[in-house]
C-alpha cells in the first residue's frame, strides 16, 4: 500500500477526503481533536463534582454496548469506555482507539492500527485481541442492534498485538463511520459483566443504581489531553421534565438534556444558565406502525395516518418551533445525500379518508400507545396527531403509560406506538439500522428486498452522484411504503450552568455526544 493521504496531528479529516477514501489508499491520524474546539488556547481546569440531570433511562439499564438504546446509558457507557472511533463536531469520523487506518481501492479491505500504550481501568494493556472481541461481540449469533450493520464483515486478521486487518464482503466508503457506532465500544477479551463495567475510558465507576443514579470517579491516567476533568461525576435520572428544569435553575445540576421546547426561551434568559441548541440536528419523533401486525399490513391504512397528521401544527404548537418538518423516513436534511427532489407529505385529511377507504378501514379505530419516557411532549404530540385525523373521519385511541420499562414493555410490541430515533453519521446507516431486513431495530418490521440490494449497491458506489441517486430512491421507498409516520426532528436543547465550559453542539447527539462528561470542565 501506498499513503494517498496523511493527516497529521490537530488536523481533521474533511468532509470532501472522507467522501473520497474509498477510492484511495488513505492514512488518517489526529491529536488536536481533544484540545477544546472553541478556543485551542483555553486550558481546561481540573476538579469538581459534575452533576448530570437526564431523561432516556430506565431501571433495565446496564453497561451491555449491544442493548444501548437510550441516552442515559449510552452516556454511562462514554464514561468508563472507549470507540474506534469519534465524530467530530461536524459529524465527520476521527481516530479514537483506532490510532489510523489504511483502506485499498473498492473500500473492501482496511488495515487499521490500535494506539498503543492505553490500559484498562483493570490495569490490562489494550491489544488486538480485546479491539477483535469487542467488534464481535455485535456479530454472528449476537442480540446486538448492530448486528445487521457488521454482516459484511467477512474476515477479521490479527497482523499484531497493534494491527488487524478487516475484510468486508462488498465495498463500503462509510466503512469507518460506521466503527463509530456508539455500541462499538472496547472492552477486555473475554468480558461479559455488563454491571461491571471495564474500559480504556477517563473515568471509574463508583456506584450504580439503574433508574436512579450513577456515580463515576476519575481515573487519574487517562490516555487524552485536555479530557477527563472532573473528580467526580454524578448523573441522575430525572425523566420528569418539570423536576429536571426545577434542578437546573436550582443549581441542584450542572447539565440538563432535552430541555421542554415550550420552556426553554424562559431558560435561556436566565442569568446562571447557557442553552445549548443544535437545530434540525436531535431525535427524529415517530408515530411506528408495525406493517408486519393488522391492520397496518394494508400500506393504505398507514398512508392513511401519514397523510392525516398536522406536522406543522405539532412544531408550531408543541416543540414550540424548535424543530424540523419530517417526511417519513430518517435521513437528516443536512445529509449531502438527503433527497431533496421528494415532495414533502403534506396534511391532507380528504386523501387520508381515500387511504382509510382503500383500506377498507372506515369506521375503525387506531390505538397508538404514548409516554413522556421516549419524548416528553409525545403525548401532547399525540393529542394534536388525534385531533388532526378527526376531519378524515379516523378515530385514535391514545394509550399513555408509564416512562419506565417503555422501550422493553411497548418499543417493538405494541403495533402502533410512539418512538424515537437518534442522529447517525452516515446515510447507510441510518437506512440500513432503520429499514433494512435484517436490522434488530426494524421497529417497523418493513422488509424489501429490492430496498435491501440498492442498500447493497450504494455502499460500493464510488461515484457520489449516482449514490445520492440510489439513497433517494431509498428515502421513497421508505417514506411511502414503511411503517414510520416520522413527523418531525427536533433541535437539540441541552442546559447547563454557566460555569460549564467547553461543551459544543454535535450533529449527532446533544450533551457533545454524550461525552460531556469526559470534554468539560469548571471555569
Known amino acids: 500500500m501506498t499513503d494517498a493521504k496523511t493527516h497529521t496531528p490537530g488536523a481533521h479529516l474533511s468532509r470532501r477526503s472522507f467522501l473520497g477514501t474509498a477510492a484511495v489508499t488513505a492514512t488518517v491520524t489526529a491529536g488536536g481533536l481533544w484540545l477544546p474546539r472553541a478556543a485551542h488556547a483555553d486550558t481546561p481546569k481540573k476538579g469538581g463534582t459534575l452533576r448530570l440531570g437526564m431523561e432516556g433511562g430506565a431501571s433495565t439499564d446496564s453497561f451491555n454496548p449491544m442493548t444501548l438504546s437510550d441516552e442515559v446509558p449510552i452516556t454511562l457507557c462514554y464514561a468508563v469506555m472507549n470507540g474506534l472511533i469519534e465524530f467530530d463536531a461536524e459529524g465527520l469520523p476521527q481516530p479514537e482507539l483506532f490510532e489510523s487506518w489504511e ?18 481501568s483493570n490495569g490490562k494493556t489494550l491489544t488486538a485481541d480485546d479491539v477483535i472481541y469487542s467488534i464481535n461481540l455485535h456479530r454472528g449469533e449476537s442480540v446486538s442492534q448492530l448486528k445487521g450493520n457488521l454482516e459484511p464483515i467477512t474476515e477479521i486478521t490479527k497482523l499484531s498485538d497493534s494491527q ?35 474500559g480504556t475510558g477517563a473515568y471509574l465507576l463508583e456506584s450504580f443504581e439503574p433508574g436512579v443514579r450513577a456515580v463515576f470517579t476519575l481515573r487519574g491516567d487517562y490516555w487524552k489531553p485536555g479530557r477527563g476533568n472532573f473528580d467526580r461525576v454524578e448523573v441522575r435520572y430525572i425523566s420528569d ?12 445540576i450542572d447539565g440538563a438534556n432535552r430541555l421542554d421546547p415550550r420552556t426553554v426561551d424562559f431558560l435561556a434568559q436566565a442569568p446562571n444558565l447557557n442553552v445549548v441548541r443544535s437545530e434540525g440536528t436531535g431525535l427524529r419523533y415517530v408515530f411506528c406502525a408495525r406493517v408486519s401486525d393488522d391492520p397496518y399490513t394494508n400500506q393504505n391504512a398507514v398512508l392513511a395516518l401519514k397523510y392525516g397528521i398536522d406536522r406543522q401544527k405539532i412544531i408550531d404548537n408543541v416543540l414550540n418551533g424548535y424543530a424540523t418538518i419530517g417526511n417519513d423516513h430518517t435521513i437528516n436534511p443536512n445529509s449531502p445525500f438527503f433527497n431533496a427532489e421528494l415532495p414533502q407529505r403534506p396534511y391532507d385529511p380528504d386523501k387520508a379518508a381515500w387511504h382509510l377507504k382503500e ?9 397508538l400507545t404514548v409516554s413522556e419516557g421516549a419524548w416528553v411532549t409525545m403525548p401532547d404530540c399525540a393529542q394534536i396527531f388525534q385531533q ?35 442522529s447517525r453519521m452516515t446515510a447507510d446507516e441510518n437506512l440500513t439500522v432503520c429499514y433494512s431486513s435484517t436490522s434488530p431495530m426494524n421497529d417497523s418490521n418493513w422488509k424489501n428486498e429490492t430496498f435491501d440490494k440498492l442498500l447493497a449497491e450504494a455502499r460500493v458506489e464510488l461515484d457520489q452522484g449516482k449514490r445520492k441517486e440510489i439513497y433517494a430512491t431509498c428515502q421513497q421507498m421508505a417514506s411511502d411504503e414503511a411503517g414510520h409516520v416520522l413527523f418531525a426532528i427536533n433541535d437539540t436543547l441541552d442546559g447547563y450552568g454557566k460555569n460549564v465550559m467547553g461543551v459544543n453542539k454535535h450533529p449527532r447527539f446533544g450533551f457533545d455526544d454524550l461525552r460531556v462528561a469526559e470534554k468539560a470542565w469548571f471555569a
Request: proline share 6%; aromatic share 12%.
Open 359 to 367: 383500506a377498507g378501514l372506515s369506521g375503525s379505530e387506531f390505538r
Open 388 to 422: 388532526s385525523l378527526d376531519p378524515a373521519g379516523i378515530r385514535l385511541e391514545l394509550n399513555k403509560v408509564p416512562a419506565d420499562g417503555y422501550w422493553s414493555n411497548v418499543w417493538r410490541v405494541d403495533p402502533f406506538c410512539g418512538v424515537i430515533w437518534g
Open 241 to 252: 421534565a418539570v423536576a429536571r428544569t426545577s434542578a437546573l435553575q436550582s443549581g441542584q
Open 164 to 198: 488487524i486487518a478487516i475484510t468486508l464482503s462488498e465495498g463500503n466508503a462509510d466503512f469507518v463511520a460506521l466503527l463509530g457506532d456508539y455500541h462499538l465500544l472496547v472492552v477486555p477479551e473475554g468480558h461479559s459483566d455488563w454491571n461491571n463495567p471495564i
Open 103 to 120: 483502506v485499498e481501492p473498492g473500500a473492501a479491505k482496511w488495515v487499521f492500527n490500535i494506539r498503543q500504550g492505553i490500559t484498562f
